[in-house]
């Protein structure tokens, strides 16, 4: 494969979060238009199409897998059948060493993805008898059985593919040659980035109404402790949307990144024990512990938050719009206002400075951000500061914040100096594919694999069919 192809494949994923390493998916062959279409149109009897190892790839995971792409919010206009397959089949592969290699995965996880699939096929074919239908299984369980192991082995191809690529590493000089392998005149653009930061101002909560959601707690755990239903009272009154249609319900363990004061209470209660309430920054809550499973934890909880008068959120207004006026009068600046003055501990520390939750550095580029913050920083200067701004987004409760960008970055072709960290990951990632065909090029060789009738004309990236 061409360098210059390479960097731009790279290039497509870092920017848009797609797999770069999923090597069929990449179009080599464009297909017959006539063929493609009758493909599309044929009622398509269900059967094996292809078989890599212990695993076989049915004409209908094919469907399946459009139906996944199309939930994950991407375009399937250009991705052929014979894409899709050689796609599969890498996960088959990856799937069928993963096992040998002794590596496991969670049934867990895979039913909460496999139910999460479920809702979007029932969504998009108005009912679960029509997803069945269309799937061609006798019933819901066959269908669900069949999606479960599907999902469990794109799971263990998931794993595969960390541990091939774990050891793999780049170094500066490695980075550096990438580089000055580009063509100058076709170096991929950078978009325009932002640096942002803000301050918080939360609205005071009286003693007063503290004190009473304490108490209602009490009375809630009072009333299961003579024989009310938890799990009925968690429906009706938990302020925590993530867990109210299940009844409070999580499973977590140690490792579940869960605030340290929840899980201290958790891990210290009885199988069948009701916490006291007690506060974490989300509000104040109740534990109800239901099973102990190995380091597993099976409880249910109510959280309630106390609420916010008026008189609060006027004052936290006044405070937000006068700390702007003195950061726009130059009186003190944002960052040094941030870190004495914003109720939000997650960024206090760094100045208000936010973290992009999918790069985990500082900067947002402005075409990829969340719509919403991108609304409100677009179009503001370097160094400009929104006006006060309510905020309430069900996690963190009613509040008051100001904006500011630190910095704006138009777009640009990449330049080494500037944007070094963003070359590197295209670096790695480069020698990451790289390790991952040398990889297939050897499983191949040893695996047996097998790939059956009309497929057999397909035009794959991989040497599938070991010509």
């Known amino acids: 494969m061409h360098t210059l192809r390479i960097i731009r494949i790279l290039f497509l994923g870092l920017c848009f979060g797609t797999s770069v390493l999923a090597q069929e998916i990449i179009p080599e062959k464009q297909p017959d238009k006539k063929e493609a279409t009758q493909r599309a149109n044929r009622q398509r009897i269900d059967g094996i199409i292809a078989t890599i190892g212990d695993y076989n790839v049915l004409d209908s995971d094919i469907d399946k897998t459009y139906l996944e792409i199309e939930s994950q919010g991407q375009s399937i206009k250009d991705i052929t059948r014979c894409q899709i397959l050689g796609k599969l089949m890498e996960e088959k592969l990856y799937a069928h060493q993963a096992i040998q290699d002794?590596?496991?995965?969670?049934?867990e996880d895979v039913k909460e993805r496999m139910n999460q699939q479920i809702d979007y096929m029932v969504e998009q074919l108005k009912s679960m008898d029509a997803v069945v239908k269309y799937f061609k299984k006798d019933n819901e369980d066959e269908f669900r059985a069949e999606l479960f192991e599907l999902l469990k082995q794109q799971q263990l191809a998931s794993e595969m593919t960390k541990k091939i690529v774990s050891a793999v590493e780049i170094t500066p000089e490695e980075t550096r040659s990438f580089y000055q392998r580009l063509p100058k005149d076709d170096l991929p653009l950078i978009g325009a980035e932002v640096e942002i930061a803000q301050i918080v101002i939360t609205?005071?909560?009286s003693e007063e109404e503290k004190q009473n959601v304490i108490n209602r707690l009490k009375e809630i755990k009072a009333e299961?402790?003579?024989?009310?239903?938890?799990?009925?009272?968690?429906?009706?009154?938990?302020?925590?949307?993530?867990?109210?249609?299940?009844?409070?319900?999580?499973k977590i363990n140690k490792k579940t990144p869960f605030v340290k004061e929840f899980k201290d209470v958790a891990f210290s209660l009885q199988e069948g024990e009701i916490s006291d309430p007690f506060e974490t920054e989300f509000g104040y809550h109740i534990i109800y512990l239901e099973k102990v499973k190995g380091q597993d934890l099976e409880l249910r909880h109510i959280l309630?938050?106390?609420?916010?008068?008026?008189?609060?959120?006027?004052?936290?207004?006044?405070?937000?719009?006068?700390?702007?006026?003195?950061i726009v009068a130059?009186?003190?600046?944002?960052?040094?206002?941030?870190?004495?003055?914003?109720?939000?501990?997650?960024?206090?520390?760094?100045?208000?400075?936010?973290?992009?939750?999918?790069?985990?550095?500082?900067?947002?580029?402005?075409t990829k951000m969340d719509p919403e913050l991108y609304s409100l920083v677009s179009n503001l200067k370097s160094g400009e500061v929104t006006q006060a701004l309510f905020d309430d987004d069900g996690r963190n409760g009613k509040r008051y914040k100001i904006?500011?960008?630190?910095?704006?970055?138009?777009?640009?072709?990449?330049?080494?100096?500037?944007?070094?960290?963003?070359?590197?990951?295209?670096?790695?990632?480069?020698?990451?594919?790289?390790?991952?065909?040398?990889?297939?090029?050897?499983?191949?060789?040893?695996?047996?694999?097998?790939?059956?009738?009309?497929?057999?004309?397909?035009?794959f990236t991989n040497n599938w069919l070991k010509k």
């Open 102 to 107: 002794s590596i496991q995965v969670r049934d």
């Open 203 to 205: 609205p005071k909560v």
């Open 224 to 250: 299961v402790m003579n024989g009310a239903s938890f799990t009925t009272k968690a429906v009706l009154y938990t302020e925590d949307p993530g867990s109210r249609s299940s009844g409070g319900f999580y």
């Open 304 to 326: 309630m938050k106390p609420k916010v008068t008026n008189a609060s959120l006027k004052e936290a207004k006044e405070k937000a719009e006068l700390l702007r006026q003195r």
């Open 330 to 366: 130059k009186e003190i600046s944002f960052t040094d206002a941030a870190r004495t003055l914003s109720d939000e501990k997650e960024t206090r520390a760094n100045g208000g400075v936010l973290v992009n939750p999918k790069t985990q550095d500082t900067h947002f580029e402005l």
């Open 403 to 459: 904006i500011t960008v630190s910095s704006k970055t138009e777009e640009h072709p990449a330049d080494f100096s500037k944007d070094y960290t963003k070359i590197r990951e295209l670096a790695l990632k480069e020698k990451q594919l790289k390790a991952i065909g040398k990889w297939f090029d050897q499983k191949i060789k040893e695996t047996y694999i097998k790939i059956n009738g009309e497929y057999k004309e397909c035009t």
